[in-house]
T-cell receptor
Framework: AQKVTQAQTEISVVEKEDVTLDCVYE???????LFWYKQPPSGELVFLIR??????QNEISGRYSWNFQKSTSSFNFTITASQVVDSAVYFC????????FGTGTSLTVIP | DAGITQSPRHKVTETGTPVTLRCHQT?????MYWYRQDPGHGLRLIHY???????DKGEVSDGYSVSRSKTEDFLLTLESATSSQTSVYFC???????????FGPGTRLTVT
């Protein structure tokens, strides 16, 4: 079975600060995918990013960036210049044969 | 918009009554899933389906059954609801090319 640890339960930052959400996972699969999802206060789950386990190239997309390190089983997510609309719960989810979701990190961006 | 709807969106029921939640997709995806979301637990997989009449159990399947008679519909049934099944239930589909999983809007179920 897979295990996902999002050690940060709650984070608060002031608007325009950068914030990094941590994710550490365990898996026995040799090939897998890694996902981040966002759940705003309205409750829907929004897909943000997918990475393949064999692709460790990190990526930047607008204010979002991801740091995948297979050697440490970490898949961290950074928001630069945070905005109030970024306030949400963020879930890390590795996928081997099935998806496994972390317990989430609640991010509050204070104006 | 991934074309997933759930019904009902909200339901209050009494302990011991049967409850069926419906998930409908317009994407013709083979894989469909039911999750429950509870504080402190994230999302946990209840059951999933990999085709019409093909289903399998997830992490927290006790007390739940599912059926899939058509590609577009995946039903979750609580045969005899208990208070521990009070939760928010999400349906999801997976794009088998990209493996991206898309979620329905959720059903908030309260068992009194």
């Amino acid at each position: 079975a897979q295990k996902v640890t999002q050690a940060q339960t709650e984070i608060s930052v002031v608007e325009k600060e950068d914030v990094t959400l941590d994710c550490v996972y365990e898996t026995r699969d040799t090939t897998y995918y890694l996902f981040w999802y966002k759940q705003p206060p309205s409750g829907e789950l929004v897909f943000l990013i997918r990475r393949n386990s064999f692709d460790e190239q990190n990526e930047i997309s607008g204010r979002y960036s991801w740091n995948f390190q297979k050697s440490t089983s970490s898949f961290n997510f950074t928001i630069t210049a945070s905005q109030v609309v970024d306030s949400a719960v963020y879930f890390c989810a590795p996928k081997g044969s099935q998806f496994y979701f972390g317990t989430g990190t609640s991010l509050t961006v204070i104006p | 918009d991934a074309g997933i709807t759930q019904s009902p969106r909200h339901k209050v029921t009494e302990t011991g009554t049967p409850v069926t939640l419906r998930c409908h997709q317009t994407e013709n995806h083979r894989y469909m899933y039911w999750y429950r979301q509870d504080p402190g637990h994230g999302l946990r997989l209840i059951h999933y389906s990999y085709g019409v009449k093909d289903t399998d159990k997830g992490e927290v399947s006790d007390g739940y059954s599912v059926s899939r008679s058509k590609t577009e519909d995946f039903l979750l049934t609580l045969e005899s609801a208990t208070s521990s099944q009070t939760s928010v239930y999400f349906c999801a589909i997976t794009n088998q090319n990209s493996y991206e999983q898309y979620f329905g809007p959720g059903t908030r179920l309260t068992v009194t």
